[in-house]
C-alpha cells in the first residue's frame, strides 16, 4: 500500500495485490487493486471513499467513516455497491481496540 499526504487532512492510499485461490486444487490467481480518499472531517472523525476491484471482476465503490472513541477504541460504518447489473451491495459495521 502506497499512501501519500494530498493536503490538510486529506490522504490517499493506493493498494495493488495478488491472490491465490486453491479451493479445488487448480491454482487461480487474481490481481486485485484499490483507490481510497481519507479526510479527517472532525477531530476523531474520518470519512472515506473508495473504489476496488479484481481483474476480470466488477469494481465496487464505497463510502466509510470512522468515529474515534477514545485513543483505543473506534467504530466504522461503510457502505459498497459493484458495477454489476444487477448490483452487489455491501454494508459493515465495525469496532476496533487498539492495545
Same mark, same amino acid.
Given at each position: 500500500? $502506497?499512501?501519500?499526504?494530498?493536503? +490538510?487532512?486529506?490522504?490517499? =492510499?493506493?493498494?495493488?495485490? #495478488? %491472490?491465490?485461490?486453491?479451493?479445488? !486444487? /487448480?491454482?487461480?490467481?487474481? @490481481?486485485?487493486? !484499490?483507490?481510497?480518499?481519507?479526510? @479527517? /472531517? $472532525?477531530?476523531? $472523525?474520518?470519512?472515506?471513499? +473508495?473504489?476496488?476491484?479484481?481483474? =476480470? /471482476?466488477?469494481?465496487?465503490? !464505497?463510502?466509510?467513516? #470512522?468515529? /474515534? $472513541? &477514545?485513543?483505543?477504541? &473506534?467504530?466504522?460504518? %461503510?457502505?459498497?455497491? %459493484?458495477?454489476? +447489473?444487477?448490483?452487489? #451491495?455491501? @454494508? *459493515?459495521?465495525?469496532?476496533?481496540? *487498539?492495545?
Amino acid at each position: 500500500m $502506497l499512501t501519500q499526504r494530498l493536503g +490538510e487532512g486529506l490522504q490517499g =492510499h493506493v493498494n495493488l495485490g #495478488r %491472490s491465490q485461490d486453491r479451493g479445488d !486444487g /487448480a491454482h487461480r490467481y487474481a @490481481t486485485q487493486w !484499490g483507490l481510497a480518499l481519507e479526510w @479527517t /472531517a $472532525l477531530p476523531g $472523525l474520518d470519512l472515506m471513499a +473508495e473504489v476496488v476491484g479484481e481483474r =476480470h /471482476a466488477d469494481r465496487m465503490a !464505497g463510502l466509510g467513516l #470512522r468515529w /474515534a $472513541l &477514545s485513543d483505543a477504541w &473506534s467504530v466504522n460504518a %461503510s457502505w459498497h455497491r %459493484s458495477d454489476a +447489473e444487477p448490483a452487489a #451491495r455491501m @454494508t *459493515t459495521l465495525g469496532a476496533k481496540f *487498539t492495545f
